[in-house]
């Protein structure tokens, strides 16, 4: 054929292939997520998310030094209190100085000065309701007290010392009022606010409820996370968030939302944008390669690099201790 029509001779090498990526995966674009009890001694393996384990405050160094030797540079925590009775109607637990999250933050800020702390912050694992805010009687968000509550635990977290508050809960507001908050606490010039802005509702968070404990007692997210089918309803609470001060976009899932992925790239072209390889995901790879489908590692390097591809810088996943291993940089 004509000589515009010869594409082959552009990726016929490893390295000229490695080109075609506009990114490539790093260890600096890893954010690994990490469950923290509140039974110090505890490590105990999440049965449904493979080699993912509910780590008590006394287990956590050990278990990340290595890690941060091979190049580990942020996780972001989620509080799994296990105590009888601590789950209330506020989630009182959330920002309680003596608990899993904040003394977690404490001791990784002392203990790994480069570790780049994210906080999740959100009510669901510590309501006895086990929804991401404060409820009406009538069983839906108070989108005021929800707020309020939520952005109290965000400063809490960031003055103990995180660098980073990711708000999860998708109530309306939150990114303003958190970052209202962050102002007038004189920590909003060392504090990242990265907003959880397109998180879908449905069927991939699983394992991260059976591990966190935090299925809701009843119903469900749908009336605050996003309908799977909602492209434009994403991008604008991507673009409200943007407006309320986010510094960082994430969207999530991931591998099942490329699409919007690309769109809040699209919209947040002069800002970083993140993506969560949710649960669900991470646990479907893990399924169809013990089912002979594919490799592991191939998958995870495949379903990550579109993830990248889609336009994200950043990826929460739990496959951060082996790329650790398998990404030579
Ligand atoms: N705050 C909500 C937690 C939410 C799951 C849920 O909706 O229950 C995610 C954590 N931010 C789940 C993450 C995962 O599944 O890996
Ligand atoms: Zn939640």
Same mark, same amino acid.
């Given at each position: 054929?004509?000589?515009?029509?010869?594409?082959?001779?552009?990726?016929?090498? $490893?390295?000229?292939?490695?080109?075609?990526?506009?990114?490539?995966?790093?260890?600096?674009?890893?954010?690994?997520?990490?469950?923290?009890?509140?039974?110090?001694?505890?490590?105990?393996? *999440?049965?449904?998310?493979?080699?993912?384990?509910?780590?008590?405050?006394? @287990?956590?160094?050990?278990?990340?030094?290595?890690?941060?030797?091979?190049?580990?540079?942020?996780?972001? +925590?989620?509080?799994?209190?296990?105590?009888?009775?601590?789950?209330?109607?506020?989630?009182?637990?959330?920002?309680?100085?003596?608990? $899993?999250?904040?003394?977690?933050?404490?001791?990784?800020?002392?203990?790994?000065?480069?570790?780049?702390?994210?906080?999740?912050?959100?009510?669901?694992?510590?309501?006895?309701? !086990?929804?991401?805010?404060?409820?009406?009687?009538?069983?839906?968000?108070?989108?005021?007290?929800?707020?309020?509550?939520?952005?109290?635990?965000?400063?809490?977290?960031?003055?103990?010392?995180?660098?980073?508050?990711? $708000?999860?809960?998708?109530?309306?507001?939150?990114?303003?009022?958190? @970052?209202? @908050?962050?102002?007038?606490?004189?920590?909003?010039?060392?504090?990242?606010?990265?907003?959880?802005?397109?998180?879908?509702?449905?069927?991939?968070?699983?394992?991260?409820?059976?591990?966190?404990?935090?299925?809701?007692?009843?119903?469900?997210?749908?009336?605050?996370?996003?309908?799977?089918?909602? /492209?434009?309803?994403?991008?604008? %609470?991507?673009?409200?968030?943007?407006?309320?001060?986010?510094?960082?976009?994430?969207?999530? $899932?991931?591998?099942?939302?490329?699409?919007?992925?690309?769109?809040?790239?699209? *919209?947040?072209?002069?800002?970083?944008?993140?993506?969560?390889?949710?649960?669900?995901?991470?646990?479907?790879?893990? %399924?169809? %390669?013990?089912?002979?489908?594919?490799?592991? @590692?191939?998958?995870?390097?495949?379903?990550?690099? !579109?993830? +990248? /591809?889609?336009?994200?810088?950043?990826?929460?996943?739990?496959?951060?201790?082996?790329?650790?291993?398998?990404?030579?940089?």
């Amino acid at each position: 054929g004509d000589i515009s029509s010869q594409l082959h001779g552009g990726y016929s090498h $490893p390295l000229s292939r490695s080109w075609q990526a506009e990114r490539q995966l790093t260890k600096a674009m890893l954010i690994y997520p990490l469950f923290i009890s509140d039974q110090d001694d505890e490590e105990i393996l *999440i049965p449904s998310l493979p080699d993912q384990y509910r780590r008590g405050i006394n @287990k956590l160094v050990p278990f990340l030094e290595p890690l941060v030797r091979k190049g580990l540079r942020s996780v972001i +925590l989620f509080g799994v209190p296990m105590a009888p009775g601590c789950k209330d109607a506020l989630g009182t637990a959330a920002d309680d100085p003596q608990g $899993p999250v904040m003394a977690a933050i404490r001791l990784l800020r002392q203990r790994f000065p480069q570790l780049y702390i994210v906080a999740d912050v959100c009510l669901c694992e510590y309501t006895s309701h !086990g929804h991401c805010g404060i409820l009406r009687d009538d069983g839906t968000l108070n989108n005021q007290l929800s707020v309020d509550r939520i952005s109290d635990v965000a400063i809490a977290y960031a003055q103990a010392g995180a660098h980073c508050v990711a $708000p999860s809960d998708m109530n309306d507001g939150r990114i303003r009022a958190i @970052k209202l @908050k962050l102002i007038e606490a004189g920590i909003a010039h060392n504090t990242t606010l990265m907003s959880y802005a397109a998180k879908f509702s449905g069927c991939l968070y699983g394992p991260f409820r059976d591990a966190a404990g935090s299925v809701p007692s009843f119903g469900d997210r749908k009336c605050y996370q996003l309908p799977p089918g909602g /492209r434009g309803l994403a991008r604008r %609470a991507i673009q409200r968030d943007i407006g309320e001060g986010a510094d960082i976009i994430m969207v999530k $899932p991931a591998g099942q939302y490329l699409d919007i992925i690309s769109d809040a790239k699209e *919209i947040g072209q002069n800002m970083p944008i993140a993506a969560y390889q949710v649960s669900g995901e991470f646990a479907m790879l893990h %399924a169809g %390669a013990k089912a002979g489908v594919f490799d592991l @590692k191939a998958i995870a390097f495949e379903s990550t690099e !579109g993830i +990248l /591809r889609a336009g994200a810088g950043i990826v929460v996943s739990y496959f951060t201790p082996q790329f650790l291993d398998w990404l030579e940089s």
